[in-house]
């Protein structure tokens, strides 16, 4: 029937329309687009910049000035690939290790240490100033991974509900299971959230392996909320960031308070919250850097590991992605004095996490949440 | 008739191409010869119960659209009002609209110090929120309705809308009261529209995801949930696979089930010009039905919407000037028109690709040969695949086209194919033969038939699924995410962007890129359904 090669025939001309619209038409950002032209007539004399491209999780930034600079000084043009959260971006980079979609990878922590380098997808590089990094955040010997920025996750409380209450704020994690404290507080499911695992894995610092259920079964007991991502329990569970939401304690992270000024359009002169900073109370979350294996282009990804230990980049870190520098005596933004740091994190070792990482989870959803 | 192989070809490569090899990888790699995923899945009661909820939930969600849904259809297809295109394009909003800002905005109306709560209290002089549906099975249910209801009208009401009225009136004659009229006239003749229609809303409700995972709190799992935490969190991929499978299974059978269902009920109808169908409401009582549905119907489909646009404008037209400025001058800023351009950019793709493969594989699927039979659901199990396992597919299978934008579009084109397919072939098998056997005995050459019998009637069900194909494109994020992409990117993933951050202007620029969301899909929707082909309006 012939009908029905009249509808073949339209349908192809459709898809050879969407061809020649991803061949002709100007794709809508130009600068962002990854489709090189190929381009004809002379060669230039100086090389032609190589691509790099480098594959994080959905919460990298930077400063376009700092990232041209750095494009200028290695010769590269610089491709971000994001790939999801922190956990889905390393899944996909694990899946992809036969044939790598990037040359680097920035945003491994210290949490999914071991899976990054059990699947043994990056290369060993160590940059010359690794030598200045602080003992604490080299968590890699070999330096498959090198730390580039950490941050802590803390509990957030709403400053102006405990005033009004004339309730002192918690001060240790002990205080949220007491009855003043009862239906006040949010956290995240540690099996779906980056900030949830690192406040799970506090709790297991702070009480250890065989206490800190106990105390889990004592907040859920005080009626602790569980959600299943940050973005819900801060912006629709929180009494301060969203609406309709009553609750005032919320994990969050030790900056989010400098945040809420920075991002206040100039409102707010003090943060409507405060951090609950008691010894062991927050988790300590170290980011890392790698080379992978198979690159396209090593020699630039080793160069961008440089950079990003680079004064250049650390000074950059804290105001784009609300972190910490980990090189010493990095420049801080002026914001940044509202941002406070635990004296004591909970400190579980890294060897533990890779030990039991799945099997705290495992039990912390069957006393939580069935 | 025949199966027609040649117009299968191109959406079977498609599929073959995009889904079934990367699905097929992904499995490969995650079972990597040992069943262990299997044997766990069974041997641990959890899943089980995982799976129960997942259908029953489903179900219940299904339902309770369906009943909410079908009266709205029926003033759609019936009634002629002014409007009715406006108010048609407002209930495809929900469907569209990112869950994370359902979930603020449902927070911010039933949320323990949300408005309604606040003003119950106030009213009832009560100390403690009446309404608390939040992290229940209430909300699901929901949100399910509020989110699928258009799947319902649209593909309902397009089908109902040129049904020829004469059949009824003949029966209320022969003395049928109303309710009977309904039963054994109209019912059975929607039939096939009402159950295509149900078997997308439940397919939709089955792999819910964002829905279940964020309003229905931690404590409720669906099978793509659980799916989610053992691939992202767990990276347990033979669990993964496993409940991948089982859910691919569970959608194929129902499918399949629902494809012998359908090729019973179909059968040639008497189609009408809607001009003709249509009447404006002339009786009090008519007056009361239609206008007070409908304003329930936007009631419950606009004040979640409203509130989220109201509170973009709470500081004024400050949190749009804002979304303007790259003041920390990130590489990552997204100016908001290179969102929206981008996003009707992979629209743009995303329809002509599902409506071009959607009209091949519906016009392959009338015969409803033992071919069409199998494809059928085959067609339609794109719909019932975890995202993230054919995601996770996509890194493996796809070479250089992993990281590719056109991953974008083709993703989407996946989930929206489906919807063209269902929207087409109610409408399809309901012409009758004899019409163009008698345009052909009247010397109409085969073009010439297909343009003046098939195409006005084709059209407006194209219509149709072009919209769907621009509302799953537009409001997608799942897909979007999970492919790894360069920075282009989306109205949604900008919105998801802005919501990752804390701060009130972070939160006012989240809710008024998602008011620009609404306004520039909905004039899209407007503007594409006032497209005509053909002379009469069908």
Known sequence: MNKFYIVSALALIA????????????????????ITMPTAGPKPTIPPPGELVVMTHDSFAASEGVIKAFETTANVKLKILKSGDAGAALNKAILAKSNPLADAFFGVDNTFLSRALNADIFEAYKPASASNLPAAFALDPDFKLTPTDYGDVCLNYDRAYFQKKTLAPPQTLDDLTKPQYKSLTVVENPATSSPGLAFLLATVGQFGKDKYLDFWKALRANDVLVTEGWEDAY????????????????????TSPAAEVFFSDGKLKEPPTGNVLGDGACFRQVEFVGVLKGAKNPDAARKFVDFMLSAKFQEDVPAQMFVYPVMPGTKLPAFFKFAESPKKPAVVSTADINANRDAWIKAWTDAVLR | ?????????????????????????????????????????????????????TVFQAALSTLLTLVVALPAAYIFARYDFRGARVLRALTTLPFLMPTIVVATAFSALFGPRGSVNLALMQFLQLDQPPIQILNTLWVILLAHTFYNFTIVLRIVGGFWANLDPQVENAARVLGANRARTFLHVTLPLIAPAIVAAALLVFIFDFTSFGVVLILGGPR???LEVEIYRQ???????PIAAALSLAQLVCTFALMYVYTRLQ???AQPLRLRPQAIVKRKPQRAREKIFVWGYLTAMLVFLMTPLVSVIA??????????????????GSIMFVPPMEAVRNSLFFAAITIVLAVGLGLLAAYALVSQSRAARILDPVFMLPLGTSAVTLGFGFILALGNLRASIWLVPIAHALIAFPFVVRSLLPMLRSIQPQLRQAAQILGASPARVWREIDLPIVARAVIVGAVFAFTVSMGEFGATALVARPELPTIPLAIYRFLGQPGLVNF???????????????????????LRVGESEF
């Open chain 1, 15 to 34: 898809l050879a329309l969407i061809g020649c619209a991803a061949a002709g038409t100007p794709t809508p950002a130009p600068t962002a687009t990854p």
């Open chain 2, 508 to 530: 006012g620029q989240a809710l008024a890129l998602s008011t620009i969301l609404m306004v520039v899909s909905a004039a899209a929707i407007v503007a594409m359904e006032r």
């Open chain 1, 235 to 254: 912006y629709a569970k929180s009494s301060w960031g969203g609406k309709g939401g009553d609750r005032p304690i919320v994990v969050s992270y030790a």
């Open chain 2, 311 to 328: 509170a973009s404008f709470e500081d004024g037209s400050g949190y749009y000037a804002e979304l303007f400025i790259n003041r920390r």
């Open chain 2, 231 to 237: 691939t992202v969190n767990l990276f347990n991929l």
């Open chain 2, 1 to 53: 008739m025949k199966t027609h192989r040649p117009a299968l070809l191109l959406p079977l490569a498609f599929l073959a191409a995009f889904y079934v090899y990367p699905l097929a990888a992904i499995l490969q790699t995650s079972f990597s010869g040992d069943t262990r995923g299997l044997a766990e899945l069974c041997a641990d009661a959890y899943y089980a119960r995982v799976l129960a909820f």
């Open chain 2, 220 to 222: 409720l799992a669906t």
């Open chain 2, 263 to 265: 090729a019973r009920l």
